[in-house]
Nanobody, 118 residues
Framework: QVQLQESGPGLVKPSQTLSLTCTVSGDSITTFTYSWSWIRQPPGKGLEWMGVIRYDGYTYYSPSLKSRTSISRDTSKNQFSLQLTSMTPEDTAVYYC??????????WGQGTQVTVSS
């Protein structure tokens, strides 16, 4: 059974960098054709796809967030991570990690609330 678990701080100050980690079990992040995404949902708004890291380490980001977003991985720990710089209150959201298929997310983490406030 594939499970994903997000971890990271729940509160970030404006201008700081958010760092979140997704730990994957029941699957390998290097399995051929699999890709892994970060997705967020601000309060009262829809889901926003942020970026993806493929099984081979290739990354692709949402154009609207590309300048502030970085996704990396640690294959020895079967984890992938998100860094989002220059945080503002508008980045307050529930952040999810997910395994992707061609049709969209297949498996989701439970999500982690991140609040940006001084």
């Amino acid at each position: 059974q594939v499970q994903l678990q997000e971890s990271g701080p729940g509160l970030v100050k404006p201008s700081q960098t958010l760092s979140l980690t997704c730990t994957v079990s029941g699957d390998s992040i290097t399995t051929f054709t699999y890709s892994w995404s970060w997705i967020r949902q601000p309060p009262g708004k829809g889901l926003e796809w942020m970026g993806v890291i493929r099984y081979d380490g290739y990354t692709y980001y949402s154009p609207s967030l590309k300048s502030r977003t970085s996704i990396s991985r640690d294959t020895s720990k079967n984890q992938f991570s998100l860094q989002l710089t220059s945080m503002t209150p508008e980045d307050t959201a529930v952040y999810y990690c997910a395994r992707m298929s061609i049709a969209g997310p297949v498996y989701w983490g439970q999500g982690t609330q991140v609040t940006v406030s001084s």
